[in-house]
């Protein structure tokens, strides 16, 4: 029984959750990287270019909502969040051909690109909150949990309870789903293959008459598909603010350059890495020592870092894999 | 546009009447953006409800008008609000500054500004400890009490409810740590035990670390000294989610409608308090509140009103608008001994002071300066049975 109730404290506190965060840092990682990748360059408006996904997804599910349109127990974001995609991808692509292609032409250094994409953020930031304001909004309708921690007790008759919310449930699925189309796009379709020619070596692909625009506009269109289903991932699971996503741009960044930037597997895992060293190597052990070990009665937390270096992990973990491994765990492209 | 048409219509029937009254402008210093922008517009409000009563009133200084100047400090960057509350200090020249609103950009405005240019600070709703031994030239007041006294009342309704265990989260600031350190003291020293005192970090969007932390220390509540609008009801979310807590304890900076409407049936249990007051002044100004058109029980509302009174009324009692000489009628026109003044009565205030009669400034707070002038504090006690606030008493 309590290794039971161990087992569930630590799954309802740190597994659940963390796998929840990892699988949307995973997602923006993704981007990230895949903008790396083929672009050259690290995009800082990818946590801004999120929140305002996220917000014409908002606004669709009013939209929806008001038309009384809904796919109940599921939560409207879903049904609203193609069209969301959509919209993100014209604003992006239009995006690049405004500001990136004259750099692109220009031949510019990479760092040139990296500074107008801060400059990029800006924009987007301050059209975000245009569009639907600064205050903190809740989208997540349907039923709210899987099992709830009173349902679970009920059910086992553990002390301990579990909660499985529908929006966690939701993020592991459409991740994976992501994921799996995103490889199977680039490993077996003519564009995939074409994107990663166009990666590996540009001048190359241009000689095999490969349409570097082409290319381009590809790249952007699955970058907005990644960053707002992100977004309205993470929306759901939390809630939006447009300035939370604002802030999560720095752990998304941790997770793409510890996978390795450019490399889309390394970006997943680099996310999930990232996510469960946020919360495990914060959790106080005591209750779960408590459990495993009976007689044994410590006195501190056993907790290793106050939760308020929670991030310093996550730069800890990045520093050691840029000393010992600059191109991340899964050999992307080194800086 | 009607509000400033009927300023502009007494200004001009004044600028007539009495021909040597000045224009005296008080900056308006709250966080209308940042961690506490959703209390912030009642609290501006109230605040310019009493200069317009006193500017109506014609008798401040023989006629002369209130005029706010608003300006945004943010509540959570210290050196944006720095440079906003300089900005009405040497731009628009103000002679006196309600706020700042939150406790570290209060301090900072202060140090930086108000002393330095000799600028009296009345502040409604700063509350950390650190104000009170604070080197302020006799120029900062507060009427909202320390939270070193806040921390005292926490403790105890916490113990009555026979909840002797409990874990803290704080948000990482002046304001967080100060009502936070003040109540564990308390709490310990009457008995009870305090599983972990942790700060989290406001702005951020995920929490499963913070509250898997607060989990796993336990106790029978959580104490959640946050803002409303950030991380603390992030970590009320979490908690409730996962099961974490069921019992919350709520202070100042939690207690707001928004509260209610995020997460009313889910609070059955907790608890919390707030500085208000109750009795006739109270009553008053929730009369005036309601024909200004805002909510007169909303949080800090009443205390911006008389934050601003009092810096008139002591400006009536000096004869003078400068700083340097009304700053030492402040506590004067709050202690009487005198006529009492409850909100409404400026004008009568006005009279008495016109007519070197003494007046207590009441107000809808109560208020009474103690030590270097701040108020002794009244707390609200609130319950949040059947998912609406409830103010069960007071103490």
């Known amino acids: 029984m309590d290794i039971l109730n161990a087992l569930v404290t630590l799954l309802n506190f740190v597994v659940i959750p963390a796998a929840a965060y990892g699988a949307q840092l995973a997602l923006g990682a993704l981007g990230v990287t895949l903008i790396y990748g083929i672009l050259r360059f690290s995009n800082f408006a990818h946590g801004d270019t999120m929140a305002f996904g996220t917000a014409i997804c908002i606004l669709l599910v009013w939209a929806l909502q008001a038309a009384g349109i809904g796919i109940a127990p599921l939560p409207t974001a879903l049904l609203a969040l193609p069209a969301a995609i959509a919209l993100t991808a014209l604003l992006m692509v239009a995006t690049d051909r405004a500001v990136y292609r004259f750099y692109r032409r220009q031949r510019s250094a990479p760092i040139i690109m990296v500074m107008a994409s801060v400059g990029v953020m800006f924009m987007m930031n301050g059209l975000t909150r245009l569009l639907i304001g600064v205050n903190e909004i809740r989208f997540d309708d349907g039923a709210r949990f899987v099992v709830s921690v009173a349902e679970f007790r009920a059910w086992t008759g553990l002390s301990e309870g579990l909660a499985l919310r529908q929006s966690q449930v939701i993020t592991l699925v459409v991740t994976a789903l992501a994921c799996w189309a995103l490889f199977w796009f680039l490993n077996r379709t003519r564009s995939g293959k074409a ?41 759901l699971d939390k ?16 997770a793409a350059i510890v996978g390795g930037l450019g490399n889309p597997l390394g970006a997943v895992a680099g996310g999930f890495i990232v996510a469960f060293s946020e919360v495990a190597v914060t959790y106080p052990w005591r209750k779960i020592a408590g459990y495993l070990l009976p007689d044994w009665q410590p006195a501190g937390l056993l907790q290793l870092l106050s939760t308020e270096y929670k991030f310093a992990v996550s730069f800890v973990i990045l520093i050691v894999v840029l000393l010992f491994r600059p191109t991340g765990l899964f050999r992307g492209k080194s800086f | 546009m009607k509000k400033f048409l009927l300023a502009s219509v007494a200004g001009a029937t004044l600028a007539a009447g009495a021909a040597s009254g000045e224009e005296v402008k008080l900056g308006i210093a709250f966080g209308f953006t940042g961690p506490l922008e959703s209390m912030s517009p009642d609290m501006a409000t109230s605040a310019e409800m009493a200069m317009t009563e006193v500017t109506d009133s014609g008798l401040l200084l023989d ?47 202060l140090e930086r500004v108000g002393v330095p240019n ?59 740590k100060g009502l936070a350190d003040s109540f564990a003291a308390a709490f310990t020293a009457q008995g009870g035990t305090v599983t972990m005192n942790a700060a989290h970090d406001d702005g951020k969007g995920d929490y499963s670390a913070e509250v898997a932390a607060l989990a796993s220390a336990g106790g029978d509540a ?51 308090q707030s500085p208000s007051s109750e009795g006739e002044g109270r009553d008053r100004f929730n009369e005036l509140a309601e024909a200004a058109g805002f909510d007169g029980g909303s949080q800090f509302a009443g205390e911006s009103y008389d ?72 707390f609200r006690v609130l319950e949040f049975t059947g998912g609406t606030m409830n103010t069960i008493g007071y103490r």
Request: aromatic share 6%; hydrophobic share 45%; glycine share 12%.
């Open chain 1, 195 to 235: 994107m990663r020619a166009y990666s590996d070596n540009e001048d190359l692909a241009l000689l095999s008459g490969i349409d570097p625009d082409r290319v381009v506009r590809i790249t952007w269109i699955i970058a907005a598909a990644l960053v707002t289903t992100a977004g309205v991932l993470y929306g």
């Open chain 1, 239 to 254: 809630s939006f603010r447009a300035f939370n996503y604002f802030q999560i741009l720095l752990p998304i960044f941790a």
């Open chain 2, 63 to 109: 006629g002369s008008t209130v005029t706010p100047v608003r300006v945004d400090t943010t509540c959570a960057d210290a050196a944006a609000a720095v440079t906003a509350v300089e900005r009405i200090v040497t731009a628009d020249q103000v002679q006196g500054i309600v706020g700042g609103m939150c406790s570290g950009e209060t301090i900072a405005t």
């Open chain 2, 118 to 176: 000799g600028i009296v600070m009345i502040s409604p709703s700063a509350t950390s400890p650190a104000l009170t031994d604070i080197e302020d030239n006799g120029l900062f007041f507060r009427t909202s009490p320390s939270d070193a006294r806040q921390g005292e009342v926490m403790a105890e309704l916490t113990l009555e409810r026979g909840i002797d265990t409990v874990a803290v989260s704080y948000t990482n600031n002046d304001y967080g």
């Open chain 2, 222 to 272: 959580l104490v959640l000294v946050g803002y409303v609008d950030q991380g603390g009801a992030g970590i009320l979310r979490g908690s409730l989610d996962s099961g974490a807590f069921s019992t919350f304890v709520f202070p100042d900076g939690m207690i707001s409608q928004t509260l209610v409407e995020n997460f009313g049936p889910d609070l059955e249990t907790s608890f919390g």
């Open chain 2, 307 to 378: 934050a601003t009174a009092l810096i008139l009324l002591a400006m009536a009692s000096a004869g003078s608008s400068d700083p340097s000489v009304y700053k030492d009628h402040v506590v004067e026109v709050a202690n009487g001994p005198g006529e009492p003044i409850l909100p409404g009565e400026l004008a009568k205030g006005l009279e008495l002071l016109v007519n070197g009669e003494a007046i207590d400034y009441v107000g809808a707070t109560g208020v009474e300066l103690i030590g270097p002038g701040e108020t002794a504090g009244t």
